[in-house]
């Protein structure tokens, strides 16, 4: 009788095992899921990035050509040659 009761104890504790085992791996497939997610966003931030610095690289490259200077006067300081006039519509 007490083999039974022993054969019985070994199986509540392989079960508690495998439950606990399995607890486990699905808590770790998650956290992978989770970590997966943060990799894809990172390596969106720096594709981001490096088009920034790309653009900026270009910025100071081409820093002291006229017609980026006239661009650059016209759209960020309002500028215009003179003899111009400049135009505002409102709706």
């Not at 399995?22 to 497939?29: E, F, I, S």
């Amino acid at each position: 009788m007490k083999a039974k009761k022993a054969s019985l104890l070994t199986k509540i504790v392989v079960l508690a095992l495998l439950i606990a085992a399995a607890t486990g791996l699905l808590n770790l497939r998650g956290r992978i899921s989770a970590a997966q997610a943060d990799l894809a966003e990172a390596q969106a931030e720096v594709a981001a990035q490096k088009q920034v610095n790309a653009d900026l690289a270009d910025a100071v490259e081409n820093s002291g050509d006229p017609e980026r200077q006239t661009d650059i006067a016209r759209d960020k300081l309002g500028l215009v040659e003179p003899g111009e006039y400049v135009f505002y519509f409102t709706d």
